[in-house]
């Protein structure tokens, strides 16, 4: 690259970084699109609009009341991967959107939850079940009177998605609208059964019954065997979409009215976003200090990168107009952990070049090109992970799977496109000199293999202790952990304090003394937007407790008794959605497994990579069981990065044994290969040491400015990347060397 070039090519980079740094702060258009500021919020955060609805008819089963929760969460999160649905009381649900100002509007597109039927053209003797009236279609007889008959095709819990699409004029060429349908197994048998004999009854019709009226009476034209169907005719886009929705809402197990809407408030307010912004720009500060003194040249080139990623962080996040709330901080900070240790490995390869003798530019060559398997293998392990939990989980688990996928590809792109065009740029200048990029010191291996006995000893210690406190905590207070609101349900208190209150006025004024009553740091208060009503949602209360409760506010906070009610709430984490994120779990390590496995050639490496994984994950719930922060949604995300923070920490070592051992030739002895893995954690310690101290920097720097949710969040995350650090080093390695050297056909010889 000439002197020239390189000139205009650092001024493009610092021009695109200044630009994008513009972006963010005020937008790509005069409506502010892109920037920071307009990001989506979660409740957390920004608060949204909140909607109960009220079962109609008698008491409903528990069962029926988990299943109506679970689809409305599913429904809701078309909004917003972090909206909730939650029961309330016996017969309620409250659903709550954020970033919504506007209930009405959402009333309108979610629809009333109602009743919704198929139904035959004609009933088995022949009578008609509806007819054509100069008005539309109309039923002859009374929905009750249908009920329970062979004249019901399909009820709506047997619909399983509807969706609004495009559809081509078999006649014309053109282009129309019409819904797509997709039935369950069991569905779709009596679909086809219903379809074949109106088709072969000259093409007769099906009418979609719902809420009290036919909204569309389509015709059959074929027989439908796979359980997918079209309904067709003449809508545009938009009634096809009502339609659409119609059908989901009205697969409901319960019919609902709706009872109450209300725009509520943030949980954390101004100052919680406000501390998170600041720690984010002074822990990026720092970890951009810390690689420019360590790395020298490189370090400067990896910061320019570094801000680069982070600004589309940015940018990407409004785009793709995705819900930022804890979880998804922890998904960012993930992303530049890993996009500072793709630079990190590169910069450790260039030099251990630099130190063989080669010549800085050759150097930095290679260096690229060897870093690049453990790169792409740390990445698209972790990528796999959040794929399958894009794909499987719900709410939280989702939220957290967009940033962390979005952070992946940043992080890959800026560390292997942007950081190797500034520093072959400040090359190309005339920054040649080897001082600028250092030399790898020739380091004595560590016996770590030789100590795999303390490791595993010490392991065994924390965890037992962690399973110990469960047991404990368990028999005396009838929870093994200290389960939040999230995961547990509670009291939700609702008092008039008649005066408009901001959520730090609430935070400071309220919240500690219904911290006193509870005993309990879990609590969440919310204003209700347009009123002087706070809602406080605490652990479940016995009728004494929300007693004092009312007697506290009344005393302390100038509350007239009369105002304040009080109601259970069910847990805004469902059973289903907590099977949602195990299985995605699960399915991520299985598919993370075959990937080390097909990647490395050895199961065994992927075998020691998820042991490891399960041993970071138990001593993180250890974290939570001894010092009993409460366990709430961003337990699972904390869990979550720990993963994938520790998956690719483990990547990278195994990545430079399988180098270590491809220079060996024949079958290795037990003792090669435990001088073939000390030397490879040796080589790769720094890397490692250095790559958990950026990431811990940003996670601190959040405990340090952050209020004392986020701090609850903080703590297990930096116990979580300090213990996955440890696991890479001490135990993931000396897993693989045991299994390599006792288990296999192709095990070690003595």
Known sequence: MKKGKSILSLIL?????????MTCVLGLDLKGMGAAKNINLGLDLEGGVSITYQVKGDKPSQADMDDTVYKLQKRVEQYSTEAQAYQVGDNRISIEIPGMSDANKILEELGQPGSLYFIKHKDSEGNENYSLTASGYTLNKSIDELKDTDSIVLTGTEVKTASAGVLNDSTTGNKKYGVDLELTDEGAEKFKTATEEAYNNNHDTIAIYYDGSLISVPSVNAVIENGKAQISGNMDYEEADNIASTIRIGGLNLELEELSSEVVGAQLGQDALKGSLIAGIIGLAIVCVFMCWVYLLPGLASSLALILYTELILILLNAFDITLTLPGIAGIILGIGMAVDANVIVFARVREEIATGKSVQTSMKIGFQKAMSAILDGNITTLIASVVLMALGSGTVKGFAYTLMIGIILSLFTAMVVTRYILYSLYALGLKSEKLYGRAKERKSIDFIGKKAVFFTISGIIIAAGLISMGVHSATEGKALNYGLDFMGGTSTTADFGKDMTIEDIENDIVPYVEKVTGDSDVQATKVEGTTQVTIKTRTLSLDERQELEDTLAENCDVDASTITSQSI????????????????????IFMLLYIWF??????????????????????????????ISVGSTFIACVLTIVGYSINDTIVIFDRIRENLALKTGKQTAEELREVANKSLTQTLSRSINTSITTFIMVVMLYI????????????????LVCGAYSSICIATELWYVMKVHLGKNKATK
């Open 599 to 628: 990647r490395f050639k050895d199961i065994r490496f992927a075998a020691s990579a998820i042991l490891a994984l399960v041993h970071d994950v138990l001593v993180v719930i250890t974290v939570y069981a001894l010092v009993r």
């Open 570 to 589: 069910s847990s805004t984490i469902s059973g289903e959605m907590r099977s949602d994120a195990l299985k995605a779990v699960i399915v991520s390590c």
């Open 13 to 21: 980079v610092i021009a695109v970084t200044a630009l994008f740094g």
């Open 705 to 720: 400015l952050g209020v004392a949710s986020i701090r609850d969040f903080s703590l297990p995350l930096m116990a979580g």
